[in-house]
């Protein structure tokens, strides 16, 4: 079924009559649209190609942003802790970075929800150093727009998590 899709798709077909072809053949309607929305066609990625190079350096900024707090915890993680930690920060950070250059909607999907997610903790000590922690809140949020937005290119079909439903049917752009 996922071949069938993506094969239509890369042809030219419109992912409105891919979803009109495919329904109808046992598969679930809200399988098929998210099997179309889930998938950046050639000419997207083409088009959008710079939000896909500027996610990736973002993937890795942040990455190196994790190794310089690293060093700022040396003295409580030891050497051993270090290197775990500097392994799990590169192994995440290329993970993302893999995921963003294949095109991945889970791996954007999970970038946002994670960065979402740490967003009350990138607030924490506002009060004692409220400069520092605003210019390192912003760039979070740069950082998440930048992303989100890379997404919304390269997956227009898709709203927050799943496939445009609007008034009880599927909505894709052609």
């Known amino acids: 079924m996922k071949a069938q899709v993506r094969g239509l798709l890369d042809d030219g077909v419109g992912a409105g009559e891919v979803f009109s072809r495919m329904t109808g053949q046992g598969v679930d309607d809200k399988k098929i649209a998210s099997l179309i929305a889930s998938y950046a066609t050639p000419v997207r990625c083409e088009c959008h190609a710079k939000w896909t190079y500027g996610a990736i350096a973002i993937i890795f900024i942040e990455m190196l942003a994790g190794f310089l707090a690293l060093f700022g915890m040396?003295?409580?993680?030891?050497?051993?802790?270090?290197?775990?930690?500097?392994?799990?920060?590169?192994?995440?950070?290329?993970?993302?970075?893999?995921?963003?250059?294949?095109?991945?909607?889970?791996?954007?999907?999970v970038f946002i929800v994670l960065s979402l997610m740490q967003m009350p903790s990138a607030l924490k000590g506002f009060s004692e150093e409220p400069v520092s922690v605003g210019v390192v809140f912003m760039i979070n949020v740069i950082f998440l727009t930048l992303i989100w937005y890379a997404r919304s290119k390269l997956f227009p079909d898709v709203m927050a998590f799943g496939p445009k439903k609007i008034a009880g049917k599927y909505v894709f752009v052609n």
């Open 74 to 109: 040396a003295e409580m993680l030891g050497a051993t802790g270090m290197l775990i930690v500097g392994v799990i920060v590169v192994l995440v950070s290329l993970l993302f970075a893999w995921g963003f250059y294949r095109h991945s909607l889970g791996m954007y999907n």
